[in-house]
């Protein structure tokens, strides 16, 4: 996706980079991040990361403090846009983290999100909004745990998440009409690893 372009998850914002800064802001308030590490950690280059934090900062969303030379920015909690911006932006980019927190258990190899997410994720127009979160999991998890970990994360992003369970490996090896729609279409890995936030 052109991550300048306006993002397909929240198209009121003016680039796919200022919602996952914005996002990645305010979705842990206590949190203070250099503008170094919020490029490092998003992947946006240091000019786009500077220019954003300049915009928000001027209106009141995020404030910084100098410690030697490097600039500390955190969620101004005080701004009366800090709560409905932080509730816009964990729906429409928060789905990544809340799942991998929710995927991180015994038995996962892998997670993916898939679907219509994913293809507004990767900038793909769509024709109607986003329902549902389609979730990927590969390995053999305890379903027990596995389900109300992804309910609660649901609960969490106000979206029903439709997790399909499939054997690790079911990537490369798998066969038949689901595995070709899902492996030919725009997909996010959630886990393992770093993903975006």
Not at 183 to 190: C, F, H
């Amino acid at each position: 996706m052109e991550r300048s372009a306006a993002p397909g998850l929240l198209p009121i914002l003016r680039s796919q980079q200022q919602g996952e800064l914005l996002h990645a802001v305010l979705e842990d308030p206590e949190r203070e991040s250099s503008l170094a590490d919020l490029g490092r950690r998003l992947g946006i280059p240091d000019p786009s990361v500077h220019r954003e934090i300049e915009r928000a900062e001027r209106s009141g969303i995020v404030t910084s403090r100098k410690v030697g030379r490097t600039r500390l920015i955190r969620a101004d909690t005080s701004s009366p846009y800090f709560r409905p911006l932080r509730e816009l932006l964990v729906l429409a980019f928060g789905p990544p983290a809340r799942l991998r927190a929710a995927v991180a258990i015994e038995g996962v190899d892998e997670a993916y999100i898939f679907g219509s997410w994913a293809a507004a994720w990767a900038g793909e127009d769509l024709s109607r909004p986003i329902g549902d979160i389609d979730l990927l999991v590969l390995g053999d998890p305890d379903r027990e745990v596995l389900y109300p970990a992804i309910d609660q994360a649901g609960q969490d992003l106000n979206r029903q998440v439709q997790v399909q369970i499939r054997p690790a490996g079911w990537l490369e090896s798998g066969d038949g009409s689901f595995h070709e729609t899902v492996a030919g279409r725009p997909m996010l890995r959630i886990y393992p690893g770093d993903a975006p936030t």
